[in-house]
C-alpha cells in the first residue's frame, strides 16, 4: 500500500527523514550478538546527552505509555501515596496507570488548558506527609500546555525529598528537560515524538534515588522490570527482543540530533511554536492554552471557532490540503484542534499548514472578528 506524501502535524507520530526510514530497512541481526552490542552501548550513551544525565537509561520495545508504567511499578509498591494531577487526557493516563496497580493516589484537578499552579503541589505535600511520590506530564500534548517541571521537581524533589516521576513523552529531545540538571528520578519518552523514528520504542531514565526505590518496590513488574534491563545492558543486550529495526533508526537520528546540537533544537522548537501560534492568531482564530508564557513549543492548540463544522475543516485540511491535524482528546473532543510541531519539522512545515488553513477556514464559514 503506497499513501500519498502528508503534511502530518498529528503531536506523534511526527514525519520520518528518507535516510532514517532507510536505515530502517537494514537486514536483521542477532540481538544477542556483537553487532546489538555496539548498537544499544552507543544509542544508550547518546540518548543520555539527549536526557542531559549521568543516570541509568534504558531502550524499552513499548510505546511511551509502557514508560509510564514502567516508572511507576519499578518505584512504588500498592498502598503507596502518589500525588497525580488531572490537567489533561496524559495527566489523567498517568493517574490511570497509579491506579491500576492499586497506588493511594491523590488526583488534583486542574482546569484543562490551564498550566499547573506549583503553588498546589507545595500545599499537597504539606498537608499529607506520607506522600511518597509526585507524577508529572511535562508537556501535556492533550492541551497544549507545558507545566512548570522545574519548579513542580524542585519543590517535590528538593524541599520535601519525594521521588519525581515524569511523563517526557511530547517534550523530551524537543524542549530543555535536564534531568540531572532538575533532579527528576524517572523520566519516561517515546520514540515517535521527538526523536524522528517510528512508534515503537519508550526510553526510561532512573535515577539512584529510584533505584534505592526499586530495592523495596512491590509492585508486581515483568516486561518493564528495569533491574532487568540494567543487568542484560551490562553485556549489551535487553531482556527481551527488540524492535531492531526501530533501534537502526534511533542511532542515525541520534547521530543527526548531535549534529544539530541539542540547544538548537531546542531554539528550532521554540522559533517554530511561537511562529505557529503568531499565525494562529493572525488568523483570528484563539490559543486554548491560558498562560502565554506556558503554550507548548511542541503543539499548539487552537479553540475551534463556534458555528463552524470541525470535522469538515479536519477533513478538507486533509483530503484537499494534505495537511493531517488533530482534534481534541477526552472532554476536548469537537472543542479544540492541534498543530504538531515537534521531531523532523521546519518552518515551511507550518507555513503550508497555514496558507492551507487561510484557504479552508473561510470554506467552512469562518470569518475573523
Ligand atoms: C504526554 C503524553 N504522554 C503519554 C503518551 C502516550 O504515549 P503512547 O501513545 O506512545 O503510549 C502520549 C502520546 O501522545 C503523550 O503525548
Redesign the pocket.
Known amino acids: 500500500m503506497r499513501l500519498p506524501r502528508q503534511n502530518l502535524r498529528t503531536?506523534?507520530p511526527t514525519p520520518i527523514p528518507n535516510d532514517i526510514v532507510e536505515a530502517m530497512s537494514e537486514p536483521m541481526i542477532n540481538h544477542r550478538g556483537p553487532e546489538f552490542l555496539d548498537l544499544i552501548t552507543e544509542s544508550t550513551r547518546l540518548l543520555k546527552q539527549v536526557f542531559m544525565t549521568q543516570n541509568d537509561v534504558f531502550v524499552l520495545t513499548?510505546?511511551?505509555?509502557?514508560s509510564?508504567e514502567a516508572a511507576l511499578v519499578n518505584t512504588l509498591s500498592p498502598g503507596d501515596k502518589v500525588l497525580g494531577v488531572s490537567a489533561g487526557a496524559?495527566g489523567d493516563?498517568?493517574c490511570d496507570i497509579a491506579d491500576a496497580y492499586y497506588a493511594d493516589l491523590k488526583r488534583i484537578e486542574v482546569e484543562w488548558g490551564e498550566p499547573i499552579d506549583p503553588e498546589v503541589i507545595r500545599r499537597e505535600l504539606r498537608e499529607d506527609p506520607g506522600i511518597k511520590a509526585v507524577m508529572i506530564?511535562h508537556?501535556?500534548?492533550?492541551t497544549g500546555v507545558t507545566h512548570d517541571l522545574e519548579s513542580i521537581a524542585d519543590i517535590a524533589k528538593n524541599e520535601f525529598g519525594k521521588l519525581i516521576l515524569v511523563?517526557a513523552?511530547?517534550s523530551l529531545g524537543c524542549i530543555p528537560l535536564p534531568v540531572d540538571g532538575w533532579n527528576c528520578d524517572m523520566v519516561g519518552t517515546?520514540s515517535?515524538?521527538g526523536f524522528m523514528i517510528p512508534?515503537g520504542l519508550?526510553f526510561i531514565s532512573v535515577s539512584d534515588d529510584a533505584w534505592e526505590a526499586n530495592r523495596t518496590s512491590t509492585m508486581p513488574r515483568f516486561y518493564f522490570d528495569v533491574a532487568e534491563a540494567k543487568k542484560y545492558l551490562e553485556s549489551g543486550q535487553t531482556p527481551w527482543t527488540p524492535n531492531l529495526s526501530a533501534i537502526y533508526g534511533l542511532r542515525l537520528a541520534l547521530d543527526k540530533m548531535m549534529d544539530e546540537g541539542v540547544e538548537n533544537i531546542f531554539a528550532r522548537h521554540h522559533d517554530i511554536a511561537q511562529y505557529t501560534r503568531d499565525a494562529v492568531e493572525d488568523l483570528g482564530l484563539e490559543l486554548f492554552c491560558t498562560d502565554p508564557a506556558r503554550a507548548s513549543d511542541t503543539v499548539t492548540a487552537i479553540k475551534m471557532p463556534e458555528n463552524i463544522d470541525g470535522s469538515r475543516l479536519m477533513n478538507i485540511m486533509r483530503t484537499e490540503e494534505d495537511v493531517v491535524l488533530a482534534g481534541g482528546q477526552g472532554k476536548l473532543v469537537g472543542h479544540i484542534f492541534r498543530i504538531g510541531h515537534l521531531g523532523w519539522v521546519s518552518r515551511e512545515d507550518i507555513e503550508e499548514v497555514v496558507e492551507a488553513l487561510k484557504r479552508t477556514l473561510p470554506r467552512v464559514g469562518f470569518s475573523a472578528s
Open positions: 503531536p506523534g513499548s510505546s511511551g505509555t509502557g509510564l496524559f493516563r498517568f506530564t508537556n501535556e500534548t492533550s511523563d513523552v511530547s517515546a515517535q515524538k512508534p519508550a
